[in-house]
């Protein structure tokens, strides 16, 4: 299964709205996870089973959508916000993830 | 706290046995299945297989005819061990722990610091 996530990039500033997608190439349920991976650090579990917040994990992260699309939402960006945002896909083997947004500051 | 632990050889030649051993502490080691995933320089995650506490196995098929994951009950301890490297296998590589819940709730919640491993001649 293929996750395509969009944007590959984006700039934004401290307090911003920020919206990324993931989306399946078939249905995948909710079986679908997101991770945060800042440079030199292992990824980082924000969001599971598509919408369930990670025990820690700041609330302005939310995750929605099952079946093939899928939205990981910060809804007030901070500065430690700033990092690589990956999908993954757990329904089906071999498990994979998305290539990747790189969140930047504005 | 489960902490993940990992170590192995971080340079190897061409054609050589890439070794690597992820210790688990703190907690339960069961109930678990237990990954490897790795990271090239600059790019994206690839998983590479997982395995569970019983054996169990489970490979991603781009790798299987050269990983084998095992296990050490006695040690909570598994190992990656991936044959014929070449410079395309360089990255980092981590394990991590995957909780398999009802419903849906499948996801990798702790990792080990990574290792970073070099194939160069």
């Known amino acids: 299964i293929q996750l395509t996530q969009s944007p590959s990039s984006l700039s934004a500033s401290v307090g911003d709205r920020v919206t990324i997608t993931c989306r399946a190439s078939q249905g995948i349920s909710s079986y679908l996870a997101w991770y945060q991976q800042k440079p030199g650090k292992a990824p980082k579990l924000l969001i599971y089973a598509a919408s369930t917040l990670q025990s820690g994990v700041p609330s302005r992260f939310s995750g929605s959508g099952s079946g093939t699309d899928f939205t990981l939402t910060i809804s007030s960006l901070q500065p430690e916000d700033f990092a690589t945002y990956y999908c993954?896909?757990?329904?089906?083997?071999?498990?994979?993830f998305g290539q990747g947004t790189k969140v930047e500051i504005k | 706290q489960v902490q993940l632990q990992q170590w192995g050889a971080g340079l190897l030649k061409p054609s050589e046995t890439l070794s690597l051993t992820c210790a688990v502490y703190?907690?339960?080691?069961?109930?678990?299945?237990w990954s490897w995933i790795r990271q090239p320089p600059g790019k994206g995650l690839e998983w590479i297989g997982e395995?569970?506490?019983?054996?169990?196995?489970n490979y991603n098929p781009s790798l299987k005819s050269r990983v084998t994951i095992s296990v050490d009950t006695s040690k909570n301890q598994f190992s990656l061990k991936l044959s014929s490297v070449t410079a395309a296998d360089t990255a980092v590589y981590y394990c991590?722990?995957?909780?398999?819940?009802?419903?849906?709730?499948?996801?990798?919640?702790?990792w080990g610091k990574g290792t970073t491993v070099t194939v160069s001649s």
């Open positions: 395995i569970n506490h019983s054996g169990s196995t």
């Open positions: 991590n722990r995957m909780v398999r819940g009802v419903p849906a709730y499948y996801y990798m919640d702790v």
């Open positions: 993954q896909q757990l329904n089906s083997y071999p498990r994979t």
């Open positions: 703190g907690g339960s080691f069961s109930g678990y299945y």
